[in-house]
């Protein structure tokens, strides 16, 4: 099991920019996720990436706002989030596992695949 911690989670107002961290605990490569849990909502996926990015998906909501990222020399992935809205709002969990076989980033993203481990969670509040 991969051990995470992130952070980064901040009060921001409409149309400003955050990138959240989070840093993997592991010597391999590793599929990624971001879910995002708003306030009455299930927790769904944001944005995921397969394991070397070979495949990366966003959800409609983000897509061309938030981009999924990692730095390998840091053991750090990350979700830049810009153009926020109110709608943004909610606790933003980063997720990994080492062990998928294939699949694709849609598939990691859609709540059906049980990633190993999680983050703690970020609160994320966009507000004037």
């Known amino acids: 099991q991969v051990r995470l911690v992130e952070s980064g989670g901040d009060l921001v107002q409409p149309g400003e920019l955050l990138r959240l961290p989070c840093t993997a605990f592991?010597?391999?490569?590793?599929?990624i996720g971001w879910f995002r849990h708003a306030p009455g909502q299930e927790r769904k996926g944001i944005a995921c990436s397969s394991k070397s990015d070979v495949s990366t998906y966003y959800a409609d909501s983000v897509k061309g706002r938030f981009i999924i990222s990692r730095d390998n020399a840091k053991n750090t992935m990350y979700l830049q989030m810009d153009s926020l809205k109110p709608e943004d709002t909610g606790v933003y969990y980063c997720a990994a596992d080492p062990s998928l076989i294939g699949g694709s980033a849609w598939y990691l993203c859609s709540g059906t695949y049980s990633f190993d481990s999680w983050g703690q969670g970020a609160q994320v509040t966009v507000s004037w």
């Open positions: 592991s010597e391999v490569d590793f599929a």
